[in-house]
Nanobody, 123 residues
Framework: QVQLVDSGGGLVQAGDSLRLSCAASGRTVNSYPLGWFRQAPGKEREFVAAITSTGLTTYADSVKGRFAITRDNARNTVYLQMNSLKPEDTALYYC?????????????????WGQGTQVTVSS
C-alpha cells in the first residue's frame, strides 16, 4: 500500500513559478514509478509528467521545457517544478504511483493517488 500527500499549489500570475511536492509512504514506495496528472473543471484528468524509480522522465508536450519532475528517494518525495506558468495550466494537480505494467500516460495504470493540490494561474 502507498499513501501520497500533495502540496505546494497556489494562486500565481502568468509567467510565475511553483513547485509541487508529493510525500509518499509505504514499504516499497521507492520502487514505484511516480507521476503527476491534472484535471481542470469539465475536463478529463490528463497526464503531465512521470519519473521511473531510476530517474528517467517523460512529459506531456504541453509542459515540455517548462516543467521538471524529480524525485528524492531518501525523502520519499517527488517534485514538480513548474516554470513559465500559463492560465491554461490552471487545474487540480495530483501525484500518483504507477503499477509496474501499462503505459505512463493513462491514469488507469496508477492505483495510488494523492488528494490533489490546486494551481491557479491568472492572466
Amino acid at each position: 500500500q502507498v499513501q501520497l500527500v500533495d502540496s505546494g499549489g497556489g494562486l500565481v500570475q502568468a509567467g510565475d513559478s511553483l513547485r509541487l511536492s508529493c510525500a509518499a509512504s509505504g514499504r516499497t514506495v521507492n520502487s514505484y514509478p511516480l507521476g503527476w496528472f491534472r484535471q481542470a473543471p469539465g475536463k478529463e484528468r490528463e497526464f503531465v509528467a512521470a519519473i521511473t524509480s531510476t530517474g528517467l522522465t517523460t512529459y506531456a508536450d504541453s509542459v515540455k521545457g517548462r516543467f521538471a519532475i524529480t524525485r528524492d528517494n531518501a525523502r520519499n518525495t517527488v517534485y514538480l517544478q513548474m516554470n513559465s506558468l500559463k492560465p491554461e495550466d490552471t487545474a487540480l494537480y495530483y501525484c500518483a504511483a504507477k503499477s509496474q505494467i501499462g503505459t505512463y500516460y493513462h491514469p488507469a495504470h496508477y492505483p495510488y493517488w494523492g488528494q490533489g493540490t490546486q494551481v491557479t494561474v491568472s492572466s
